[in-house]
């Protein structure tokens, strides 16, 4: 199985962005060979999708990592050191890096995980999201069917 | 958990107790959804301050459906909460429907019946595994758990799998569900997809019978506090009060007393407290408890049997006025929704599921009423419409903010208990985040968006 993973929050402006992208795949039924999950905030939701069937995720969310707003970037957890401090995993308090490392701590299977992000500019309450959000809509969408597309081998396999 | 300019400034006179300095103060409590401060002062053994404070800013919804057409408000109410999302969406359509005069079939209620108890289970779960057990089991959070009850962990989120998958099946997905429309449902799932939930659900008795066992090992270390309150709650003469039904209020003497849902004001009376940006909310006495400790206790004889036997096992009693014992309510209630969800399934299946009904049309335009119990407690919805469907006010009253009161009042009692029995400063904000967090309080909503720096 391939998930792609809308994470966010729609009441606060760009933070929604990665529900928004999961909405327009699922209305406009771009599911082909994935699955495409509404995580929004519920971090223990998504840590029950690690299981032995899974071979590929796709995580979409807003991410500060230093672009101009509405630019992203595909990268790996691996890739990144989250900076967030928490003391639990609640729908208030989450965190999709640390989440991959629970679910490593479980002894779950770890699939390949990729995550979009998305330099957010705007997440004040009761917001839409941002023009420049707005104005790359399509690209995102582009870049997460084609990197949820790639077969990838497992370098383990024959 | 955030503290703030916590002193260990314990006497050590002869007088123990009576001569204790205490300064607590919990500055966001953690492990509840939202932001409450605990605040306790006592100096030379008296109680200055000891306050439940709710610091959260409102967050304007009754503005934002003014205006807004009656096919649209449950979709927005929905964002209240991601969590109760599905309550909302249901409170609201019946308040919608009472006001369009819309009765929806036999079918739709049961598929909303259905959803309703998904949403309690799934909450429910969440609740119990990864917010109250830390404190049971003597950990600070969930993650020490992945070290020490890892099959534990993963118990609880096999259950949570489910509970989402219970919901997602009938209105396509738990948080801010999309198929449940004005007058029915927008898709109606087939027998198929019933048969696959009803067997989802059969597959996960081992977890709940583990889960079981974890609670009945755990139980000991639940504090043991009682005050006698009011507790209020639907009932509901077709099931345990959870979807629809009058008002009940059970008084500490036993009585029960039923009201009509668009009475509701005269039950909440609202009322602002200086401690609080929430509305506080009182009845017969000076706070009321909602919850599902409130619901087994007004409604516990229309359980299912396979609840009555896990409430016997762990040594749960009606009338019960410990709120700490509400988690443990709540597993009563999850072996409940999936006993009474099993019988919903087989009687959808007897009667021949139709996946061609329609919505029901309304009739008129007006103000309507509606209620529901959510994880927390009774949710009350009220809208009114003009003539062309477009929504001209409401009113939203969460069960949230009808605990607050009560938190405060045992806070009152349970403080100078523990002084008495010469709890030490760390035991007594421990026992009071217990407490805060036995009612499983959803006090707002927050952003989680990612915030990394690359390695290299």
């Given amino acids: ?158 | 958990m955030g503290r703030r300019k916590i002193k260990d400034v314990h006497s050590q006179s002869k007088e123990g107790c009576q001569m204790k300095n205490i300064n607590i103060d919990v500055h966001h409590l953690t492990r509840v959804e939202g932001h409450g401060n605990i605040v306790v002062n006592i100096k030379e053994g008296t109680i200055e301050r000891c306050e439940w404070q709710i610091p959260e800013a409102p967050r304007f919804f009754e503005a934002m459906i003014k205006g807004r057409h009656y096919s649209e408000i449950q979709r927005i109410v929905s964002r209240i909460c991601g969590i109760c999302a599905v309550g909302h969406t249901l409170a609201s359509l019946k308040a919608t429907e009472n006001a369009l005069g819309v009765t929806i079939s036999e079918q739709s209620t049961i598929l909303r019946r259905i959803l309703k108890h998904a949403e309690n289970f799934d909450s429910h779960i969440l609740h119990i595994y990864f917010l109250v057990a830390p404190d049971l089991l003597g950990v600070k959070s969930v993650f020490p758990l992945v070290e020490t009850h890892k099959d534990v962990v993963k118990i609880a989120l096999r259950l949570k799998r489910l509970g989402h998958e219970w919901g997602s099946i009938l209105a396509g997905r738990t948080t801010h569900p999309t198929k449940c429309i004005p007058g029915g449902w927008s898709m109606i799932p087939t027998e198929k997809e019933l048969k696959q939930l009803k067997q989802k659900i059969i597959d996960s008795v081992s977890d709940v019978e583990e889960t079981l066992k974890v609670l009945i090992s755990v139980a000991p270390n639940i504090p043991d506090f009682t005050r006698k309150t009011e507790y209020i709650g639907l009932i509901d003469d077709y099931e345990y009060g959870l979807y629809d039904g009058m008002i009940g209020s059970l008084t500490p003497d036993g009585n029960i007393n039923k009201y009509n849902v668009s009475d509701y004001r005269s039950i909440t009376n609202e009322w602002v407290s200086p401690l609080s940006t929430a509305k506080y909310t009182k009845h017969f006495m000076d706070s009321y408890m909602v919850g599902a400790l409130a619901r087994i206790n007004i409604n516990y004889d229309r359980l299912h049997s396979k609840a009555k036997e896990t409430a016997e096992a762990i040594g749960f009693k009606t009338l019960c006025f410990n709120p700490y014992m509400n988690s443990i309510a709540q597993f009563i209630e999850c072996v409940h929704s999936a006993y009474i969800t099993i019988g919903y399934i087989d009687q959808l299946l007897n009667i021949g599921v139709n996946t061609e009904e329609k919505p029901t049309k309304p009739t008129k335009f007006g103000r309507g009423f509606g209620s529901t119990e959510v994880p927390r407690g009774i949710l009350f919805h009220e809208y009114e419409y003009d003539e062309e469907g477009f929504c001209k006010g409401g009113n939203c009253v969460i069960p949230t903010n009808q605990n607050h009161a009560n938190i405060q009042k045992d806070f009152e009692k349970i403080v100078p208990e523990l002084i008495k029995a010469d709890k030490n400063e760390d035991q007594i904000e421990l026992t009071l985040s217990m407490l805060v967090r036995a009612y499983d309080p959803c006090i707002s909503c927050s952003a989680h968006y990612l915030d990394v720096v690359f390695k290299k």
């Fill in chain 1, 1 to 158: 199985m391939k998930y792609i993973f809308g994470f966010g929050t729609y009441t606060r402006g760009d933070d929604s962005i990665g529900l928004r992208i999961v909405e327009y795949i699922q209305n406009n039924n771009l599911e082909t060979n994935f699955n495409a999950v509404d995580i929004g905030n519920d971090n223990y939701l998504f840590l029950t999708y690690f299981t032995e069937d899974v071979e590929n995720m796709l995580i979409i969310d807003a991410a500060d990592i230093g672009l101009d707003p509405g630019d992203f970037l595909i990268f790996s957890p691996d890739d990144v050191v989250s900076k967030k401090t928490i003391n639990n995993i609640s729908t208030h308090e989450g965190d999709v890096i640390k989440s991959i490392e629970f679910a490593k701590k479980l002894g779950y299977p770890i699939p390949r995980i990729k995550i979009l992000g998305i330099q957010p500019k705007n997440l004040d309450f009761n917001s839409e999201i941002s023009q420049e959000l707005k104005n790359n809509f399509q690209l995102y969408i582009n870049a997460a069917l084609e990197e949820i597309g790639k077969v990838y081998k497992n370098p383990l396999s024959n």
